[in-house]
Structure formats: C-alpha cells, structure tokens
C-alpha cells in the first residue's frame, strides 16, 4: 500500500457514491469487518502534514494498532518514529523492525512497571539502543534498577515526560494526570538527578496537551460549550507554549536531547508554532474517528469504517443490526458510541442504543432496509476499532487492495 495525496475528495463531494464503492468493494465479504479507504486515508496523512507544518510526525501507535498500516504512513516524508502504548508492544515493533533490516525509532510513550519488558529490553543491548523508556520520577529508574542493575546492563535511553495540563483560576485543573513535573525547575532539577544516575541516559522530552489536542472546541450544537473551550484552548496554549519553552531550555542545560515531543491530532497547528518542539505525535488522525468530526481547524475523512449486517426488522422502521456494542474509551456517554455513517438517515434508539450483539437502528432510511443489507459505522476513536477486528481491508475505489492485520489479527494484545 502506498499512500499518495489523492486529487478528489469523494467522501466530502459524493458521499452516496463513496460508500456505494466501498460497498461494492467489499461485496463477498460478510459483516462485521472493518476497512480502510486508502484515499482517505492518504488525504488524512497529508493534511495533518500540512497542519503540522514542517514539524515532523511521529505516528502514535495505539490509535492504528496495525503494523502495515503504520509502516506505510511511515514511508511518507515527514513522518519518522513510532510512540508506543506499552513497552512489551515498542519491543515487539523494534524486534520485528530489526528482523525486516530497518532501524527501529520507538519511543513509549507512557512508564512502564513490566518488569519482564524491562529485563527483555536491558538484556539486548540492540533493542536498548532503539527503544526510549517514558519517565517523570526518580522511582520509575529505581524499578529498572531492581529489574537489571546498571552494571549489567547497557544505559537505558529516557525521555522525560512534562506535564502540559493548565490549572486554570476558573476551571480548575484542565488536562489528563500525567507526569507530576509541571515546572521548568522541576524538570532541571528531575534532569540532573538522571544525569547523576549511572546506566540512564536522558535524550528526549514529551508533553502532551490533552486538553488541546484531544478536545473538540466545536461541538455540534453547543455554542455556549464552544465559545467556553475555545476560551479555554486560546489560554492554555499561551500558558504551555511559554512553560514548555522554558522547561526544554532548562533540560538542555543538562542534557544533549534528540528530541522534544509535544501535541496530537487535534493540536498540529498549536504545537508545531511552539519552536522548542521538534516532533507532534500522533495517529487518530489518519483514520479519522467521528471524535474529530467536531474541531473547528480540520475535519478528518472518514478513512476507517466498520459495516454491520441487518439481520432483522422488528417493526417496518426498525432494522437490527449484528453487533455495534465497539463503545470508546474515555468518559462514557453519547459521544463514545459509534456512529451511523451510511446510510446517512438511521439513529441508534436511546434504550437500548449500540449492544454487545444487537443494535437496533431507525430513521427515515431504515424503512427500506432489508436483511442482509449492509449498515455502515464509524467507531469514536481509531486504533481501538483494531481491536475488534482481526483484519483492516484497504479499499481504492471500488477495488480491495490489500487485507492488513491488525495487532490482534497478529495475535497481539497490549492494553
Ligand atoms: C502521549 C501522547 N501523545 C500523543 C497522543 C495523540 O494521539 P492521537 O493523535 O492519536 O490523538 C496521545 C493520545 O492519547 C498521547 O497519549
């Protein structure tokens, strides 16, 4: 598969002939099964390179969770690297990386306790030179230590983890409960204690702005909510760019980083203007997940999309899906449900919406839906759509191109 920047946009310009040809495309395979439009795909992987700006983009492995989709983003100029979810996935990567003849670039991106992970990456100095370990306190080097004292083994590669969450006056604390350095002395301070650890070496950073990156400011509807998250991303952004600015600066006093990582999909433009970042990770992006339906600077296509089967019809304006239940993680509600892509008129019911194995769908498209027909959703995230499904099937117009596996179709379960 090779990902180039498509001329049309048929999703957006022809909806009813977009899904029509993925239909097509996929007209001897039963439901559920999931694909992957590659020009959706490609136009995604080329705008957030345009939104990014120069920066470079590290692709963020738990929001695809398919090694062959990754690798074809990854041979697209301007994408470099991979941040893992789990360390025992970033070796698996690099092991399978190294086996194939390229050079792995993992970073994890959260602390590891997986002391086999551990003692598997200090015990091979080939994959101890690739894949970076996230930290943000002196007792995540202890754990390592415990697992493989530093003599016997070679320095671990570290990246140290600032928190980019903003305590706002009105709001409270906004952002996700990282990393408890906040400050740029903080993290001098937590950089000197590494350099003074033998068996460590520190040469990356990361601070990743949930609050701006995975937040949507423009919720359908909500204008008040929006003016008020606007609000909130506007401030934010201003109180991280200069803290962010300053931590790195401080940290490169004390050590000689590779690079300094920041944002997501939802916050290219932002980070990549904040000149002390040298990388934005991200993925959702690529598959375009109806959780990115709702900002203001970009809509995502609808690269990835599952198809379910109607199986029967309770009244005449009910149809019954198999299956559906494929809820989003994060704060539960409305909005971690999939969502109905095509045909376009159907809605979940609010008793009983998306079910382990039954979703009953209305609307003024469900009257003509038979059984057998075909219903097609979009899931709120990306990567965990792979966790359902053992493979992604690539559509180019109305052909099938290629069936990738996805992590669990490899077999492999992280998180
Ligand atoms: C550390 C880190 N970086 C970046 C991202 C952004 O990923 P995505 O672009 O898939 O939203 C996340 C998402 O949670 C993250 O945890």
């Known amino acids: 598969m090779e990902l180039t920047r498509p001329a049309t946009a048929a999703w957006r310009d022809d909806p009813a002939a977009y899904w029509a040809a993925l239909e097509s495309a996929t007209a001897h395979l039963d439901p559920p099964f999931a694909v992957l439009s590659l020009p959706a795909l490609s136009h995604n992987a080329f705008d957030m390179l345009g939104r990014a700006n120069g920066t470079r983009i590290r692709v963020a492995s738990k929001s695809v969770r398919a090694r062959g989709v990754m690798d074809a983003v990854l041979r697209v100029p301007g994408y470099r690297g991979v941040l893992a979810y789990t360390l025992a996935e970033g070796l ?4 399978e990386a190294l086996a194939a003849g390229s050079t792995p670039d993992v970073v994890v991106g959260y602390p590891s306790a997986d002391r086999w992970a551990i003692g598997a990456l200090a015990n091979d100095p080939r994959l101890a030179s690739t894949v970076t370990l996230m930290v943000d306190s002196l007792d995540q080097l202890d754990l390592i230590d415990a697992v493989v004292s530093p003599a016997r083994r070679q320095a671990m590669r570290l990246c140290l983890e600032l928190d980019a969450s903003w305590d706002s006056r009105l709001l409270g604390h906004v952002g996700t409960w990282r990393s408890p350095v906040h400050s740029p002395e903080q993290a001098r301070a937590l950089a000197e204690a590494i350099a003074r650890r033998p068996g460590f070496r520190l040469v990356g950073m990361m601070a990743y702005e949930g609050q701006l990156a995975g937040v949507a400011d423009a919720p359908a509807g909500k204008p008040a909510r929006a003016a008020m998250l606007r609000w909130m991303k506007r401030r934010s952004a201003a109180e991280l760019a200069e803290r962010r600015a300053a931590a790195v600066a401080a940290v490169r006093h004390v050590a000689d980083l590779e690079f300094v990582n920041g944002g ?3 916050s290219l433009e932002t980070t990549s203007a904040e000149q002390a970042v040298t990388e934005i990770a991200a993925g959702s992006g690529l598959f375009g997940p109806h959780l990115f339906d709702g900002y203001r600077s970009f ?3 609808p690269a990835a999309a599952l198809a379910l089967s109607v199986v029967r019809k309770p009244r005449s304006r009910i149809a019954t899906l198999h299956g559906g239940g494929w809820i989003a ?3 539960p509600g409305a909005d971690r449900l999939p969502r109905v892509a095509w045909p376009r ?3 979940m019911l609010p008793r009983e919406q998306a079910g382990e194995v039954q979703t009953p769908v209305t609307g003024r498209d469900a009257t003509s839906l038979r059984i057998g027909d075909r219903v097609w959703l ?3 995230k990306a990567g965990e759509l792979s966790e359902h499904v053992n493979t992604l099937h690539v559509i180019d117009g109305d052909r099938l191109v290629e069936s990738i596996p996805t ?7 992280f998180l």
């Open 92 to 95: 698996w990567l690099a092991t």
């Open 264 to 266: 997501g999909t939802g």
């Open 299 to 301: 809509r995502p296509a």
């Open 329 to 331: 993680s994060g704060p």
């Open 345 to 347: 008129e159907l809605r």
């Open 378 to 380: 979009r899931h709120t």
């Open 407 to 413: 992590y669990r179709g490899e077999g492999k379960a």
